[in-house]
């Protein structure tokens, strides 16, 4: 056999189970994929449901249309109800100017909360994870599931009270008094989230910074915050979520000055019916912003998962 041929033929070949397992790696990874594909268009699909309904018109909502141009032929039935479509904008509306009042409320409130609650749970998970505190029976893993079981307590049992309490101190329909209700709402949440991802940080890092001179503030600031960023992005985008999409309280504690999104959404009913359009235009109004927030800081929110910070 001459050089040429013997190049040509294949002297080692896979062994049949060599094969089998390569046809079972495959199976799997398709397999997987597809149930995450199928997952991921279960999750988008009301994403997409709310946005082609504020564009329907009340008959194709009532059939049940889904896909444009298809289906129904778009209209901004939805968004021209809130002075948003390209046609109501040199005009004056009342409507819209209403819905960028409830849309800055809820940025106030959520944003301001939020960063209260990224900010204190930050601070108490940190030293629930460094150091050792006795109140009473109290340790500290006692008093970690303490501000975690505040989560327990359904919100309807601290309606009353909470009432009392705001008319009392004045804070009824007023941001304060949103932000500060919020910030204690999401409080046990910053923290769980933070104290596992202090606990994953070495203590030699801060032990070393002391042996440098620097103070328990200063090793803090310098050294733990930059390593514990991601975690803090990943609490302060669920602090975010939670607060932005607050109904209850929005609706019990605030009338006329301090109205939310969700208050809004809500509102969207008459003697007439639901007006479909309308709400779905608001939510997807509500709910872009959260969308822009998530894209750009998907990398910090990876980051804090893979940090166990999110579990």
């Known amino acids: 056999m001459s050089g040429a041929k013997m190049a040509e033929t294949q002297i080692f ?23 995450l594909l199928l997952w991921a268009l279960i999750c988008l699909f009301p994403i997409y449901w709310t946005l ?17 141009w298809v289906d129904f032929t778009p209209k901004w039935l939805g968004w021209r109800s809130l002075g948003l479509s390209p046609d109501t904008w040199g005009n004056e509306s009342t409507v819209r100017a209403e819905f960028f009042k409830r849309f800055a409320n809820s940025a106030i409130a959520a ?37 975690l079981s505040q989560l327990i307590l ?17 804070l009824l329909d007023t941001r304060i008094g949103l932000i500060l209700l919020y910030t204690l709402s999401v409080l046990p949440i910053v923290i ?13 890092l801060e032990e070393a910074a002391l ?13 733990i915050l930059p390593i514990a960023l991601p975690g803090m992005v990943a609490a302060f985008i669920l602090s975010l979520v939670l607060t932005w999409n607050e109904y209850f309280f929005a609706a019990l504690l605030t009338s006329t000055h301090a109205n939310t999104l969700p208050v809004m959404v809500a509102s969207q009913t008459g003697s007439q019916g639901i007006s479909w359009w309308s709400m779905a235009a608001l939510a997807w109004a509500a709910i ?12 910090y929110i990876i980051k804090g998962m893979a940090a166990g910070a999110v579990k």
């Open 13 to 35: 070949h896979d062994a049949a189970s060599d094969r089998g397992f390569r046809a079972k790696w495959w199976t799997g990874r398709l397999a997987i994929y597809g149930l």
């Open 52 to 68: 082609t309904t504020s564009f329907k018109m009340a008959p194709d909502v009532m059939k049940g249309h889904m896909v444009p």
């Open 111 to 147: 944003l301001a909360s939020s960063v209260l609650a990224v900010i204190l749970g930050s601070l108490a998970a940190y030293g629930l994870s460094r150091f050792n505190y006795k109140f009473g029976w109290m340790r500290n893993a006692d008093i970690s599931f303490f501000f």
């Open 154 to 170: 359904p919100p309807v049992v601290l309606a009353l009270p909470m009432l009392v309490l705001y008319k009392e101190l004045a």
């Open 192 to 204: 769980w989230i933070m104290r596992d991802q202090f606990s994953s940080i070495p203590t030699e």
């Open 211 to 223: 042996v440098d001179g620097l103070s328990i503030w200063g090793a803090f600031i310098t050294i």
């Open 288 to 299: 872009l912003p959260l969308i822009v927030i998530g894209v750009v800081l998907e990398r």
